[in-house]
């Protein structure tokens, strides 16, 4: 049960998901407050708790009831020395994620959630939009929705660095608790589709990329320093608006333990032009990266 001397007031930001929540301390959050969370987490996947102003010592309590805690595993260089599962990004330093993603899925297991603390914000400009990909998935027509039930998708850290950091994950995923679909690609780490050629591959991921992020699947949040943010990212993408001047200095802590399942692919990987023809450039990572895991399933 929640703790009683909590006035709890939950008010709907959008139709497709977000919730802002007053009348909650979470850096005394007790393990009843924690169930409550979780709750309204897979609910409205993702909440807002304005005004709490957190240390970095309650920032990491905080989140590690929802499960192990990690730092940035490509960028460790933002990672927080004396706390080194917050990850900082600081706007002038090249900390604005303005591009639509879910986090960490060239992972394979990638962040299960997120928990953001605003520690500082211009006045205006810098909102950040998260959207459904529910919702995204049970717009789709029942064509659709059956197509994409049966493929799966290469992702990587090339926008790390890191190319060679790679998963493959179903492009329909299953919420383990609510029990919803959701679309799970995305335009920051996902390369292609496994089970299609190459050319095939750009044009329906462009169509699922763009169409997660139509407005009707949105919720749009301003920011004021001090407010705590949280996201579930089995659920969720999210894109940070880069109209703003002055500093934007965020603070994040990603809870891990998340396995990505689905309905799983009704194909074999398309790997026929891997090496004979001129196309062989868009085929080589996939093939090099089903042969890599196939040798070591083997070991």
């Known amino acids: 049960m929640a703790n009683a001397g909590n006035q709890w007031n939950v008010k709907r930001l959008a139709g497709a998901l977000g ?22 987490l897979v609910e409205h996947m993702v909440l807002f708790f304005p005004g709490q102003h957190m240390s970095q010592d309650d920032h990491v309590a905080f989140g590690k009831p929802f499960g192990p805690l990690e730092g940035h595993p490509n960028l460790a260089e933002r990672n927080i020395s004396d706390h080194p599962e917050i990850f900082q990004l600081v706007g002038s330093q090249g900390g604005i994620a303005d591009e639509w993603h879910t986090d960490l899925t060239f992972q394979a297991q990638p ?25 995204a998935f049970e717009a789709l027509s029942p064509p659709l929705r059956e197509m994409c039930e ?20 179903p492009v329909v995923r299953v919420h383990p608790e609510s029990g919803r679909k959701a679309i799970y690609v995305n335009e920051h780490f996902t390369r292609r589709i496994v089970e299609m050629s190459a050319p095939e ?42 109209d703003f001047e002055g500093e934007r ?6 809870v891990m333990g998340d396995q990505p399942t689905g309905p799983g692919p009704r194909w074999a990987p398309w790997t ?4 004979r023809s001129a196309m062989s450039r868009h085929d080589r990572q996939l093939s090099g990266f089903l042969k890599e895991r196939a040798a070591e399933a083997a070991e």
């Open 111 to 135: 962040a299960l959630m997120s928990i953001l603390n605003m520690v500082q914000c211009p006045e205006t400009g810098g909102d950040t939009m998260w959207t459904s990909l529910c919702a």
């Open 150 to 169: 049966g493929l799966s998708a290469l992702h990587d850290a090339h926008p790390h660095g890191v190319p060679e950091k790679m998963a493959i994950h």
């Open 249 to 254: 200095i965020i603070q994040r802590v990603t």
């Open 19 to 40: 919730a802002e929540i007053t009348g909650l301390e979470l850096a005394s959050a007790d393990e009843g407050d924690i169930a409550e969370i979780k709750r309204l």
């Open 272 to 275: 026929e032009n891997a090496s």
């Open 201 to 242: 591959s750009v044009v329906f991921l462009r169509f699922l990329t763009d169409w997660v992020q139509s407005p009707r699947f949105t919720v749009r949040y301003h920011w004021t320093a001090g407010t705590i943010g949280m996201w579930d990212n089995r659920a969720t993408q999210h894109y940070v608006l880069n």
